[in-house]
């Protein structure tokens, strides 16, 4: 419907039982017929004219506060003064490298621009996947980019897992795919409800939101965030890790697989999670259930995480079930997914057990969850820097050697700056710096060349066939896991590891010579900010919290076998 009355103009519509509408007011201008805002204006010379309208939400025939009054300062509204207290916040980065600079800014800007609030718990910050198609809580996007941005605002993890876990399945539901303990997918509100995937207002249909849930709260203890608040959440860990025994490992080989109940969910329910994003090398898609190799990092982390918090609590049989779980996942990982005659990691196995075989960076996520053998560890390494892998910018989704490879799909050769980044984190865990480096100077090189925003993704195309990385009409801009990515990697620079439980922080950076000068200020740690400096071989840090030790070394990560010799 459309009314004009008093001077406003009224809208609404109805959809079931839900009616919607907004009401525009406006000054300096006339509402005239034929429901139009009119303004007759002659300006003198120097003169000036002002007008604003303004817009009122209508939910249920109840009016809602407009965010942004006229006659009200743009400066003084709530959402833009909640938007510059976080970018005063945030750490300040200033480098001899101008383009680092440039980017970590812009990243930081998108971020706090993509950040939503809990209307029931107002204080509580998470972040929207992507703007302008996916402004919602994503579960696997969530989670990633506030691991991404622990660097700069632990607190947005802590927002993401505490409304993670008010949403956590309660029961079985194939059309939402909803399971007890399973982590969500994707959330719509209102009467955007009908654009899930489940045409309901939460959807399901992950297999690896759930382990990266419990691998967060095990980084968010790490740095000695919110004990209390992060011990109120292990029961759902617990939950958590009882879906990944009970449905995500539906069939008892240990693995956690996927299968679409839904007919409107994803056929593909990892991070790549279109039609066709899981393949063999020949081209062939694969069959459920589907057990994907990152997947299978993930799950071991989890274990390790939730190890560690029972060896915290003291409870040390429950530390020995998890670490034996980790210890055998990782064991059947390395047996089942490994090709030897490839020499790199399948992407996944199919129902039958049978291995998806294309090369794919699925398996660089791996390295970062440490779930590979470290004598497998170069091929990797090796296969994700060669030609058919790495394109001058970033790490190809899929080799140019494989069936099926498109440079400008969304799956099967595209790069996206987040898998680079996580790729970038694992081949730093197991010490390839050199190959590290060059990937962070690619992405930096692919930001600058793009106005400094890292896209969602862009086409798989070598540098050396176009100067720019090659545009994707449809992604998300900005997109939040693409704006965290520089942040991840400014931290695996600096090699930046804070264990604040056991009063230490990690510290040895490895800044590449192309970078120079490197200053990160105002990190937030320990209740404190802190400041650490790089100049070549030269380290200062300023602020370090009272009774932490710096450690000037790369720490070696929590794994099985760290927790074994502990």
């Known amino acids: 419907s459309l009314e004009t009355s008093d001077g406003h103009l009224s809208f609404g519509y109805r959809d079931g039982d839900a009616r919607r509408g907004a009401v525009v007011s406006c000054t300096g201008l006339e509402v005239v017929e034929h429901h139009l805002l009119y303004a007759e204006v002659v300006i003198e010379p120097q003169g000036t004219w002002a007008g604003c309208v303004e817009l009122t939400p209508v ?21 833009t003064e909640r938007l510059q207290r976080w970018r005063r916040q945030v750490p300040t980065v200033s480098s001899a490298h101008a383009g680092l600079e440039a980017v970590v800014s812009r990243s930081q800007a ?53 409304t993670l876990a008010r949403f956590q399945g309660e029961k079985v539901d194939d059309e939402t795919e909803e399971e007890p ?37 095990g980084e968010l203890r790490r740095w000695g965030l919110a004990a209390e608040q992060v011990d109120r959440l292990l029961p759902h860990v617990d939950r958590a890790m009882a879906w990944i025994s009970e449905f995500g490992d ?82 059947a990982f390395n047996r089942d997914f490994w090709l030897e005659d490839r020499q790199w ?12 075989d294309a ?73 390839f710096v050199e190959e590290a480096q060059r990937v962070v100077m690619g992405l930096l090189d692919a930001a600058g060349a793009v106005g400094g925003r890292l896209p969602e993704l862009f086409g798989g195309l070598d540098r050396s066939e176009l100067p720019i990385p ?26 930046f590891d804070p264990w604040l439980p056991h009063g230490k922080l990690w510290l040895d950076p490895v800044v590449p010579k192309a970078i120079g000068r490197l200053r990160v200020g105002h990190i937030p740690l320990g209740g404190g900010r802190l400041a650490v400096e790089v100049d070549g ?28 010799r502990d």
């Open 345 to 356: 990691f399948a992407m996944a196995l199919d129902g039958d057990k049978r291995p998806l």
């Open 250 to 331: 539906s069939d008892g080989d240990g693995f956690v697989e996927y299968e679409q109940s839904s007919p409107r969910g994803l056929r593909n329910q990892g991070w790549k999670d279109s039609w066709d994003g899981v393949r063999d090398a020949a081209g062939n898609l694969g069959s459920g259930p589907i057990a994907l190799c990152e997947v299978q990092g993930y799950t071991y982390a989890a274990y390790v995480a939730r190890a560690h918090f029972a060896h915290e609590a003291g409870d040390e049989a429950t530390a020995a079930v998890y670490q034996a779980k980790a210890a055998d996942l990782k064991v």
């Open 359 to 431: 090369l794919t960076s699925n398996m660089g996520h791996c390295l970062w969850t440490g779930i590979i053998d470290r004598d497998k560890a170069a091929a990797v390494a090796g296969h994700l820097l060669s030609p058919a892998m790495f394109n001058g910018w970033g790490i190809r989704t899929l080799a140019t050697t494989m069936v099926g490879y498109n440079p400008i799909s969304y799956h099967n050769g595209s790069v996206w700056p987040h898998d680079s980044a996580i790729v970038t984190a694992g081949l730093m865990r197991y010490g």
């Open 537 to 564: 071989d030269d380290v200062s840090v300023e602020g370090l919290p009272l009774g932490v030790e710096l450690v000037r070394e790369a720490r070696q990560p929590l794994s099985a076998e760290v927790l074994e």
């Open 110 to 162: 998108d971020l706090g621009a993509l950040r939503i609030f809990d209307p029931d718990f107002p204080e509580r910050a998470v972040v929207a996947a992507g703007a302008p198609w996916f402004m919602t809580l994503f579960g696997r996007d969530s989670l990633l980019t506030s691991w991404m941005t622990m660097l700069i605002d632990p607190d947005l993890a802590l927002g993401v897992v505490q």
């Open 59 to 79: 939910i249920d025939d109840v009016r809602l506060e407009p965010l942004y009054r006229c006659g009200q300062s743009v400066q003084r509204a709530a959402p």
């Open 181 to 217: 303990g399973r982590i969500l997918h994707e959330m719509r509100f209102g009467t955007a409800a009908s654009l899930s995937l489940s045409g309901g207002n939460v959807y399901y249909g992950t297999a690896d939101a759930t382990p990266l849930f419990v691998m967060l709260l």
């Open 470 to 495: 090659l545009g994707y009409p449809a992604s998300c801009s900005p997109q939040a896991w693409a704006a965290a990515s520089p942040l991840l990697l400014l931290r695996h620079l600096l090699r």
